[in-house]
Every structure is written in C-alpha cells, then in structure tokens.
C-alpha cells in the first residue's frame, strides 16, 4: 500500500488547513490510519487516528476540539481538518495505515509500531 499525504501548506496563525492521505490499495478501507507529525528537532508525535469505518476517531490533547479526521474509504482517502492553527503546529505531516483488519484502540494508536505503511511527509507551516 503507497500512501500520499497532501494538502500541506504556509498559512497564519489561526486559520485552516485540510490534509488528504490517499492510498493506492482498496485495503485501506480496512486499515486504520493515523497521522503523525514531526517538528524540526523533536520526536515524531501521534496527532490522530481513525479506525477501519471511521466510527472512532482519536486525538492528541493538544489538537482535540481544532482537528478533525475522517474518511472516504470509496475514494481511498482520510482527511485530516487543521483548524484554528498554532504556530506549534508547525511540522511535517505523516500519515500512516495498519495492515487490512488491524483493530485500533486508545491504547495502540499512538504507538508508531502500530502501523505498517507510512506515507511521505507535507510542510505545514503555521506563521504567526
């Protein structure tokens, strides 16, 4: 499975962005998918994840209540809803699938060890 992150960009504090994570396989409507991001000098950090259906959806505290993340599984695509953004949410921005049928839980979606196909990065950059 090839995964394609786009949707990245330089915007001001306090507006919006929508990334798109596109995969080349139909499994990936079985996967779950999480979205990463890694800001120059730090670790990488679990943003969000969704799982298969989109029925549960995840967040890290510090995006909870501006981010939202979602799926199309028809177009093979998850998005991710960037608002009211921060100048600390500059980083680059992953997005990452389980293999087909992985269940995903609070407790497995953060860890990057949970997921087999990672896609590359886009710039989001967050001016203040």
């Known amino acids: 499975v090839q995964l394609q992150a786009s949707g990245g960009g330089l915007v001001q504090a306090g507006d919006s962005l929508r990334l798109s994570c596109a995969a080349s396989d139909r499994t990936f409507g079985s996967s779950g998918v999480g979205w990463f991001r890694q800001a120059p000098g730090k670790e990488r950090e679990f943003v969000s994840a969704?799982?298969?259906?989109?029925?549960?959806?995840y967040y890290a505290d510090s995006v909870k209540g501006r981010f939202t993340i979602s799926r199309d599984n028809a177009k093979n695509t998850v998005y991710l809803q960037m608002n009211s953004l921060k100048p600390v949410d500059t980083a680059v921005y992953s997005c990452?699938?389980?293999?087909?049928?992985?269940?995903?839980?609070?407790?497995?979606?953060?860890?990057?060890?949970?997921?087999?196909?990672w896609g590359q990065g886009t710039q989001v950059t967050v001016s203040s």
């Open positions: 969704i799982n298969w259906s989109g029925s549960s959806t």
């Open positions: 990452a699938a389980t293999v087909a049928g992985r269940m995903v839980g609070s407790t497995t979606v953060g860890s990057i060890y949970t997921y087999r196909y």
